[in-house]
């Protein structure tokens, strides 16, 4: 069975969270990730590379909406995550 609490509450922007379940929630998106990639470069698919892609892209923010809610532990808007990004791009 799904744990519906993982997908439910640690992948969105608002709220807290702790250090283990951070660490745990960016292993567990990593290791799919990992695993993705490792298939479709060992088999060269098309289709699974563009399931990688995919998957790419919901990782940046799912891994987003991780540091978000740190942020929010430490006392710090998300908005703080927008910096980097400006900066990069000036």
Same mark, same amino acid.
């Given at each position: 069975?799904?744990?519906?609490?993982?997908?439910?509450?640690?992948?969105?922007?608002?709220?807290?969270?702790?250090?283990?379940?951070?660490?745990?929630?960016?292993?567990? !998106?990593?290791?799919?990730?990992?695993?993705? $990639?490792?298939? +479709?470069?060992?088999? %060269?698919?098309?289709? =699974?590379?563009?399931?990688?892609?995919?998957?790419?892209?919901?990782?940046?923010?799912?891994?987003?909406?991780? !540091?978000?809610?740190?942020?929010?532990?430490? $006392?710090?808007? +998300?908005?703080?995550? %927008?910096?980097?990004? =400006?900066?990069?791009?000036?």
């Amino acid at each position: 069975m799904w744990n519906t609490e993982l997908w439910g509450k640690r992948y969105k922007k608002s709220g807290r969270i702790g250090r283990l379940d951070y660490f745990k929630s960016q292993l567990f !998106i990593l290791a799919i990730a990992t695993g993705l $990639g490792v298939l +479709s470069f060992l088999t %060269l698919s098309k289709v =699974l590379i563009c399931v990688s892609f995919i998957y790419g892209c919901t990782y940046l923010w799912l891994t987003f909406c991780l !540091i978000a809610k740190r942020l929010h532990d430490v $006392g710090l808007s +998300s908005w703080i995550l %927008l910096v980097p990004i =400006l900066l990069t791009f000036r």
